[in-house]
C-alpha cells in the first residue's frame, strides 16, 4: 500500500529532515512539522523544486505545546485532505546521571520524548480511527532495549516507554486495518550527535535514514535500523548481563 501523504514531527533536521527527502523523491506529498519555521521553509523550497508535483505544506509546532499537537495535525489534514502516515519523530538527547543535579534536564528530555509523543500518538489516532486506515510509525532507539547509564538514562527510559506505547496500539488495533511501526535506530549521524567524532557503528545520515525508509514502507511492527548490525546487536543487548551492555553504551 501506498501511503500518499505523510506527518513528520520534528522535520527541521537530523533524521526527520533527511526522511523528508527521501519521501518526497518517492512522489510523497509531506507535512511538516517543527519549531524552527525558517529551516522548514527551506526545506520545503527545496522539496518542491526538486521534485515538481509533490504538496509540501509546513507548520510551526513545539511538540510540548500538546493542544497545538491536535491542531496542527488537523490542519494537516484538511490541506492535504487526509493524513495516511505518522512519523513521530521530534524527540530531545539531554539528560546526565540520576541524582547528579541535572532533574530539570532529564525533565524536559521526559515530557519531550514521552509526554509530547503520546500527544502526538493521540491526534494521528484519533485521525486514523475516523478513517480506519493508516500507518502510525514511532521513531525509538536502540537505547531502549535496556536501561542506559550515565547520560543515556533518562533518555533511554523515554524510548523504551514509547515503544511500549506503540506496542499497545499496536495490540488495540489487532484485526483493524490500522498498522503501527517501531522503529529501533542505531547509530545515525545527525544533529542530535554531531558532536560524537568517533562512535563506533556509526553511519552517515543518508544511508542510515535509506534503511529507515525502507524499513517503514514495509510496515513491519518493529525493525532496527541499519539491519546489520543492529538486529544483532539489539538481540544481545537484550540479552547480555547489564554490566556487559553498560559498557557498549
Known amino acids: ?14 533524521l526527520g529532515e533527511e526522511m523528508a527527502r527521501q519521501f ?5 506529498n509531506l507535512a511538516l ?24 505544506v509546513v507548520r510551526a509546532l513545539d511538540v510540548n505545546d500538546h493542544d497545538a499537537v491536535f491542531k496542527v ?23 546526565q546521571s540520576i541524582g547528579t ?27 486514523f480511527r475516523a478513517r480506519n486506515a493508516g500507518h502510525l510509525v514511532v521513531i525509538s532507539s536502540m537505547s531502549a532495549m535496556r536501561g542506559m547509564p550515565r547520560n543515556l538514562s533518562t533518555y533511554a527510559a523515554t524510548k523504551a516507554g514509547i515503544a511500549a506505547l506503540a506496542e499497545g496500539i499496536r495490540a488495540d488495533m489487532l484485526g ?11 547509530y545515525i549521524r545527525s544533529e542530535m550527535n554531531s558532536t560524537l567524532k568517533k562512535t563506533p557503528l556509526m553511519v552517515d545520515t543518508v544511508p ?29 543487548m537484550r540479552t547480555l548481563p547489564l554490566g556487559v551492555v553498560a559498557k557498549m553504551s
Open 208 to 236: 542510515g535514514v535509506r534503511a529507515m525508509v525502507r524499513a517503514i514502507e514495509r510496515e513491519p511492527a518493529t525493525a532496527c535500523v541499519p539491519g546489520w548490525p543492529w538486529s544483532v546487536v539489539g538481540f544481545a
Open 1 to 14: 500500500m501506498t501511503r500518499k501523504n505523510i506527518l513528520i514531527t520534528g522535520a527541521s533536521s537530523g
Open 24 to 28: 518526497a523523491a518517492k512522489g510523497r
Open 101 to 127: 543535579g541535572h532533574f530539570h534536564a532529564n525533565k524536559q528530555t521526559a515530557e519531550t520524548n514521552f509526554v509530547a509523543a503520546l500527544a502526538q500518538c493521540e491526534a494521528a489516532m484519533e485521525i
Open 73 to 95: 495535525f488537523g490542519e494537516f489534514r484538511t490541506e492535504l485532505g487526509d493524513i495516511d502516515r505518522v512519523i513521530v519523530n521530534a524527540g530531545l538527547g539531554k539528560g
Open 33 to 56: 512539522a517543527a519549531r524552527r519555521t525558517d529551516r522548514l521553509e527551506e526545506l520545503r523550497v527545496e522539496l518542491v523544486q526538486a521534485n515538481p508535483g509533490i504538496t509540501v
Open 176 to 186: 483493524k486495518p490500522i498498522e503501527v511501526t517501531t522503529i529501533y535506530p542505531g
